[in-house]
């Protein structure tokens, strides 16, 4: 199925602007932002840039998809199908947030062996 919209990084947040927008045409975004649409290479930084709420609202209104971020009830629930391709693009965020966890697991073990280490010396 063809999507009508795509993804454009503007000033620090990414909308949704019209398929038929070529590169260095100028459009308007779903938010009513006035863009000059770039081509599908992005910067790695503009990759991680927010979602504009207001475009992704019109998007998923569009195409009949639940809201995002999904209410507290239904968080849990399975992921819809094709719901995540409409990012698009794949983004190193993800890669950023294992690191991360990665990260915290070792703070968290690093800090529990110090903790010990205190235990065992005030004994
Ligand atoms: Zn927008």
Redesign the pocket.
Known sequence: MARPYKWQPHEG?R??ISQELAANEVGN???D?EVTASTDKWADSERCWPT?K??DAVWREHEHLLPWPRPEKSKRSPAVEGDNELDGQASPCADKAAQFRELVTTLALLAVELDQQVDISAA
């Open positions: 947040s909308h949704a975004t779903l938010c932002l504009c207001k475009c």
